[in-house]
């Protein structure tokens, strides 16, 4: 497949992948990627000529650059010596005894052969961590551990691998040699690093000191930078390219830099323009892991060499092995801890497990053993190249589906904290401030609202000020914003409730539109009766109460996906558009009918309602105040629209709306500064909700300047 094509392929299949996520909530996304990557593999015939040359270029230098720019400075530091010992120490633990486990357990694989498969399988990959964190909430002494470790520990296991590797190609191994590259290609790698950082910058800021302060041009320029670092420690210095990178991520993120009072908006456009590439660059890896899984596997399905089923058994040895020596390793750690600082609390061999299974491989695995050649230095066959592709494959699938499988039920009494890497959900934290913990509220101030809890509130502020400022010339305008504010309003209660708690809203909810459906069709029936309306009009009318009831029936007894749902809706319509369209020439009184019918049948629910709660046998108390309101308003909306006489050009009605979303927005920023003051929220919550009403902000400022250009 063109080259072209297959990135255009990804890029769907990665924004399918996040669809699907949303249904299949309970298999992490980086698994339904891996498994549309075998799907388009098997059924397309797609293959990847994967290269780790460009590889960890063009997918690994990126990632990890913005994973050290992200990494959290305290924490770094505070764990500087667990991390740096899991990614150094623990790596040559796992190539050499692992090594020598692999082999003893599956003799058919030679020693230097067992150590290098060890070796590429050392390291945790940092993607895979972040994808599967995302959805587990560890304790965060693993979390920063993990993530911190899958940093830095590449170069150590591609080193090891890279020397196992010769070893079995040539049968000789220089262990004097392979320490002196790996202390040269760490340090230099280092070094590299933090003098090409220290430079970009200094080049930046002269740029900017001589009034070169484009926002595009700096953006550019910041995602240009892993790249070239990267390239410039392996090809200039034959050093690593990963730990350069990190090391500029790392510096750049502690540096203080002076963009935030000169060009704030260039780090709000730089951290978005940042979210896509590792959006997409994630999806792609696992996509692309998938791609390869069958021609990692093939060789060993299909010869008569090995029996598949005792291949799937070495996969689940050399895991275990894997996984063991992992949780003796941070145990061992732990208990170290433990006697040299005199603790309370003794080590949890609980944690030791979940940093062991949290411990995840992928993209850097895939792309190295991929490296392994056919032929060895005598020009024989590499010995059991299939077997050893079959493994660390099937090592990556395993690692994945454990981690996703057991970490979930073994981390459900850690502390709730979500992990750093990037969201790209309506309710993104504040940029660089780290993720969503503010969602659980603090112990020591229970009267702490969330997030959403605190979004909710200050949509309503903003709802009584449009209300306030309603009057006769803007109702259509107002009500439009109300409904909308209203929209948001009950995605933030739905999206906030327990099931327990969503059950009932909902049930209120359906019987309260049950209602009004009831009473706009004996509106339409009487005006039938009393021949204000042709029946032609009825009908159509008539008919979609009909399918609004449907909708609803259908909600509550057999909920489909909203997805088809809304296409049907949408369908309907267009398909009722089209046959007004094509009706004779009376189409204009059939369009003035329905107006009329609209109008009569909407009145008709608002009283339809009204009656209804006021019946002794109805207790009002019991339904949701903030869904009959938005049903009120909804049908009040609709009044607005269909009254004659009423239109105002597209300008006066864009104005309209702006000038209260203007008072509203004011509404919602003094609201946020009452619940900071009154301790309500933390900083963090206030600082997530300002910056929301400042992106309605500078929306609103664009569409002004739309509205001033017509």
């Known amino acids: 497949m063109p080259l072209i094509e297959l990135v255009i392929l990804l890029a769907c299949l990665v924004l399918l992948s996040n669809v699907l996520s949303h249904y299949l909530v309970a298999i992490p996304v980086s698994l339904i990627q891996v498994g549309l990557g075998l799907g388009v593999a098997l059924l397309l015939n797609v293959q990847v000529e994967l290269q780790t040359d460009w590889f960890m270029l063009v997918f690994i230098a990126p990632m990890l650059y913005n994973d050290g720019r992200q990494f959290p400075k305290r924490e770094l530091w505070e764990l500087r010596g667990a991390i740096f010992a899991n990614a150094i120490v623990l790596v040559f633990i796992t190539t050499i005894l692992g090594g020598f486990l692999i082999h003893v357990l599956i003799p058919g694989i030679p020693l230097a052969v067992s150590i290098a498969l060890a070796a590429i399988l050392s390291p945790t990959d940092p993607v895979a961590v972040q994808s599967i964190s995302e959805g587990v909430k560890l304790p965060k002494e693993i979390l920063h551990l993990v993530s911190g470790e899958s940093l830095i520990n590449d170069a150590s ?7 196992a590797l010769a070893a079995a190609v040539t049968g000789t191994f220089a262990l004097g040699k392979a320490v002196g590259d790996f202390f040269y290609i760490s340090l230099v790698g280092l070094a590299v690093g933090l003098a090409l950082m220290t430079l970009i910058q200094l080049i930046r800021d002269l740029l900017r000191r001589e009034g070169i302060n484009d926002t595009v041009f700096n953006v550019v320029l910041q995602i240009l930078t892993p790249f070239a670092i990267y ?32 060009a704030p908006e260039l780090r709000l456009v730089t951290e978005k323009v940042w979210n896509i590439i590792v959006y997409l660059l994630n999806g792609i890896v696992f996509l692309i892991l998938g791609i390869e899984l069958p021609v990692a596997t093939k060789a060993t399905i299909e010869g008569n060499h090995t029996n598949t089923l005792h291949a799937v058994f070495d996969v689940l040895i050399v895991w275990g092995i894997l996984l063991l020596i992992r949780v003796a390793w941070t145990y061992g750690y732990m208990l170290i801890i433990w006697l040299r600082d005199h603790q309370k609390t003794r080590p949890s061999l609980r944690t030791a497990a979940l940093s062991g299974l949290s411990g995840v491989r992928g993209a850097i695995t895939m792309a190295g053993v991929f490296t392994i050649p056919t032929v060895i230095a005598s020009g024989a066959a590499f010995p059991e190249r299939s077997l050893v592709l079959f493994i660390a494959a099937g090592v990556i699938i395993v690692s994945l589906v454990a981690a996703a499988g057991i970490l979930p039920l073994m981390a459900a009494k850690s502390i709730p904290l979500i992990t750093r890497g990037s969201s790209l959900d309506e309710d993104d934290a504040v940029i660089a401030a780290g993720p969503d913990d503010d969602d659980v509220p603090d112990p020591a101030t229970p009267q702490q609202l969330t997030y959403k809890q605190a979004r909710i509130y200050i949509l309503q502020l903003a709802v009584r000020n449009i209300e306030e400022h309603r009057r006769p010339e803007n109702q259509r305008a107002a009500y439009d914003l109300i409904l909308d504010q209203q929209f948001q309003i009950r995605r933030l209660e739905v999206a906030s409730q327990t099931e327990d708690e969503l059950q009932p809203m909902l049930t209120d909810e359906m019987q309260l539109r049950l209602v009004a459906l009831a009473g706009e069709r004996q509106a339409v029936q009487q005006m039938v009766a009393d021949h204000k309306v042709s029946k032609l009009a009825a009908q159509n009318y008539l008919r979609r109460i009909d399918q609004r009831e449907q909708r609803l029936s259908q909600a509550a007894h057999k909920p489909g ?10 369908f309907n319509r267009a398909m009722q558009g089209l046959r007004l369209w094509l009706a004779p020439a009376d189409s204009d009184q059939l369009r003035a009918e329905q107006l009329v019918i609209q109008r009569e049948a909407s009145k008709a629910a608002i009283k339809a309602l009204s009656q209804y709660l006021k019946q002794a046998s109805v207790d009002e108390q019991q339904f949701d105040r903030q869904a ?7 049908y009040r909306n609709r009044i607005e629209s269909a009254k004659p006489g009423q239109s105002v050009s597209r300008a006066d009605y864009e104005r309209q709306i702006q000038k209260l979303r203007i008072k509203s927005l004011g509404a919602e920023r003094a609201g946020v500064q009452h619940l900071l003051e009154s301790g309500q929220i933390s900083i963090r919550t206030a600082a997530r909700l300002r910056q929301f009403i400042n992106y309605s902000e500078n929306l609103l400022m664009l569409n002004d300047g739309e509205i001033d250009d017509d």
């Open 561 to 570: 996906l909203p997805t088809v749902r809304s296409l049907r809706l949408m």
């Open 628 to 634: 009959l309101y938005h049903l009120i308003v909804h």
């Open 231 to 262: 390239f410039i420690a392996e090809e200039w210095f034959h050093a690593s390219g990963v730990v350069a990178v990190v090391a500029a991520g790392v510096l750049s993120h502690v540096q203080n830099s002076h963009e935030v009072e000169d």
């Open 157 to 163: 296991g591609l080193i090891g691998f890279k020397y």
